[in-house]
Structures are given as C-alpha cells and as structure tokens.
C-alpha cells in the first residue's frame, strides 16, 4: 500500500494537456526530491522527470514537473496517442527510510 | 551506450533462493548508487533494495532479512540474493542506477527479469 496516492486515471484528447497529482506527505516528499517514470506494459519504466523538476536528455518540454508542500504535480501537454501509458511519481520516505513509489495512473487519449 | 542487463530470473519453489545479476557497461560503475525494483504481475512498480556506492543498503520491510544487494565494482556487477522466496514475490525485476541529487531510481533501467514463484 502506496502512501504517495495519485488518481487511477486520467483521459483527455490528442494535442490536450493533462495533469497528474501526487499526494504525500512532510517524510517524502515536502522533504525530498519527486521523480516521475513513464511505464508501458512488458518494457523498462522511463524516467521522465528527476530532482521535481529535472528532465534527463532526450526527454521533450512537452513533460514538466512541479512540487509544493506535500504534493507534486506532472504536466504533458501536446498528448499523443504515443503518451498513452502509466504515470508514477517517487520518492525518498525519511520516515521509512525506503524509496516510494505512488499508486500510479494510466493515461488515456481519447 | 549506457546498458543495464539482468539476469538469473526463472521459477523457483516457495522457501527457494535465486540470485539476479545485473551486467552495467557504457558508464563509470562505481560511483553510482544503484537500486532493484520490481513489478508483480498487474501491479504498480515496488521499489525493492538500493546500495549506494560505499555499500551501504537499504531495503523494504518485506524482503528484510530475506534478500541481499551486492555489488561488484571491479566487475560492474550488481546483485540480488533472493532466499526463502515466496509467492509474493513474483514479478519483473529491473535493476537501474541512481539518478539526480536524492536517492531516486534513474535514468537507465535494465529490460526486467522475470521470477516466478508458483
């Protein structure tokens, strides 16, 4: 059981924007860097976001990531039918002291 | 290239032991913390084990005890002793290195080896 929580689901058209939340808490990530991965069933997650905001090379701008407070927040805007997969965010939990990952949502393009 | 490859993955009895290995190339080893995570059968991604690169490791609750993460820097080896397995631990497991300034799975990710606990 996850304690990053984020919405199962989100679906919107082709060329839309959409966002996905990620609720935590003061122990991971108020108080450590948030990174989201991008998962298509039967291959390797894809790093899309690091250090809140940070985009390895080779990811587009069209990904974006924010965070504040206890939350976090990822952005795609221009989605493609290509963009159609699951969505993580992560963390360090100092509580735990184990890395989190939250519960995940698929994106869905109409 | 940066390449991660596992293996060992396979089925094994409940009370079984299997040990993972993860071959890194195309990168400096040594310096990078590296971590295990898994994913079971229509489940979210689990974080599973990280050692940083002095060795120092950190493990979730259920696998305490149970299994080891190593590392073979002269080698560029990484590992994941697995003993006393149990049914819940079926999944694909991906080996990948650290990634940005905090403790975070990263930017390279192995293609998954499958263990299967009946």
């Known amino acids: 059981q996850s304690v990053l929580t984020q919405p199962p689901s989100v679906s919107t058209a082709p060329g839309q924007k959409v966002t996905i939340s990620c609720s935590g808490s003061?122990?991971?990530?108020?108080?450590?860097?948030v990174s989201w991965y991008q998962h298509l069933p039967g291959t390797a997650p894809k790093l899309l976001i690091y250090d809140n905001n940070m985009r390895p090379s080779g990811i587009p701008d069209r990904f974006s990531g924010s965070k504040s407070g206890t939350s976090a927040t990822l952005g795609i805007t221009g989605l493609q039918t290509g963009d159609e997969a699951d969505y993580y965010c992560?963390?360090?939990?100092?509580?735990?002291?184990?890395?989190?990952f939250g519960t995940g949502t698929r994106v869905t393009v109409l | 290239q940066v390449q991660l490859v596992e293996s060992g993955g396979g089925v094994v009895q409940p009370g079984g032991s299997l040990r993972l290995s993860c071959a890194a190339s195309g990168f400096t080893f040594s310096p990078y913390g590296m971590h295990w995570v898994r994913q079971a059968p229509d489940k979210g991604l689990e974080w599973v084990t990280f050692?940083?690169?002095?060795?120092?490791?950190y493990y979730i609750d259920s696998v305490k005890g149970r299994f080891t993460i190593s590392r073979d820097n002269s080698m560029n080896m990484l590992y994941l002793q697995m003993n006393s397995l149990r049914v819940e631990d079926t999944a694909v497991y991906y080996c990948?290195?650290?990634?940005?300034?905090?403790?975070?799975?990263?930017?390279?990710w192995g293609q998954g080896t499958p263990v299967t606990v009946p």
């Open positions: 990948t290195r650290n990634t940005g300034s905090g403790l975070a799975p990263g930017d390279r």
């Open positions: 050692i940083r690169s002095n060795g120092t490791q």
């Open positions: 003061s122990s991971n990530i108020e108080n450590n860097y």
């Open positions: 992560g963390a360090w939990d100092i509580s735990l002291n184990v890395y989190v």
